[in-house]
C-alpha cells in the first residue's frame, strides 16, 4: 500500500492499520513476519522504534534510513514480538507529504 507522510512525519501503528481492501486490520497478539518499506521520495527517509509504545520490530534500537527508491525488508519469522498495546507503533520521518510504499505479513 502507499502511505503518504504528513508535514514529513507517519506513526505505522499495526492495531490499526489499513489493509490493501480498504478495511482496518488489528495485528495484536501476531508477530510481524515480513516488513518492506520502499521510499518513493526524493528526500531520506528514516524508519525506527515509535516514541510512543514503540514496536522493537529488529531490536529497541531499530533505525533504518533510505534513500529514495531504497527498500529495506525483514524477514521476521517468528523473532519478532508479539504486536501488544503498549508494542505496536513504528515512526517515520521525512520530508513534507513524500510517500512509501509499505507491506507487513503477520502471523
Known amino acids: 500500500k502507499l ?4 508535514a514529513g ?7 490499526t492499520i ?22 518513493l521520495g ?6 525506527t522504534v515509535g516514541a510512543s509504545n514503540g514496536y522493537n520490530l529488529s531490536g529497541a534500537g531499530f533505525s533504518i534510513a533510505l534513500e529514495q527508491n531504497q527498500v529495506f ?5 517468528d523473532a519478532t514480538p508479539d504486536v501488544a498495546a503498549g ?3 513504528i515512526d517515520v520521518a521525512g520530508t513534507g507529504t513524500q ?9
Open 3 to 6: 502511505v503518504a507522510l504528513s
Open 9 to 15: 512525519a507517519y506513526t505505522i501503528n499495526l492495531t
Open 18 to 39: 489499513t489493509g490493501t481492501n480498504g478495511v482496518t486490520q488489528d495485528m495484536t497478539g501476531l508477530k510481524v513476519h515480513l516488513f518492506r518499506v520502499k521510499n
Open 42 to 47: 526524493a528526500a531520506t527517509m528514516t524508519f
Open 73 to 77: 525488508q525483514l524477514f521476521g519469522n
Open 87 to 89: 508494542d505496536c507503533t
Open 99 to 107: 510517500t512509501f510504499e509499505l507491506t507487513i505479513i503477520a502471523g
